[in-house]
């Protein structure tokens, strides 16, 4: 069982950056791997990022690649997406999640998810 907590949202202007953290519970929280994903008002859930267990592979959407940077600290059990250029397209609620098979990009391969933090970006 993994218990996930997403934070670092806010409201930040057009170009500006942010790092959103998931810290996780469980002792075996290296085993996991980790996507984001988002989800704007009207819109269906997207990918964003995703990192396996030893943080060695990466997955990027293209809408982020880039500008995205999706990192892990496994020894502090959390897992990080740093967000640079941000554009206005960006504002969403982004989601951790995290799943033990091999590391994926569709929001129904996961098994644990956090709660959430919002991201608004002005322009």
């Known amino acids: 069982q993994v218990q996930l907590v997403e934070s670092g949202g806010g409201l930040v202007q057009a170009g500006g950056s942010l790092r959103l953290s998931c810290a996780a519970s469980?002792?075996?929280?290296?085993?996991?791997?980790v996507g984001w994903f988002r989800q704007a008002p009207g819109k269906e859930q997207e990918f964003v990022a995703a990192?396996?267990?030893?943080?060695?592979?990466?997955y990027y959407a293209d809408s982020v690649k880039g500008r995205f940077t999706i990192s892990r600290d496994n020894a502090n059990n959390t897992v990080y997406l740093q967000m640079n250029s941000l554009k206005p397209e960006d504002s969403a609620v982004y989601y951790c999640?995290?799943?033990?098979?091999?590391?994926?990009?569709?929001?129904?391969?996961?098994?644990?998810w956090g709660q959430g933090t919002q991201v608004t970006v002005s322009s």
């Open positions: 999640a995290a799943r033990l098979r091999p590391v994926g990009k569709f929001s129904y391969e996961y098994d644990y």
């Open positions: 469980g002792r075996t929280f290296s085993s996991y791997n």
């Open positions: 990192i396996d267990y030893s943080g060695g592979i990466t």
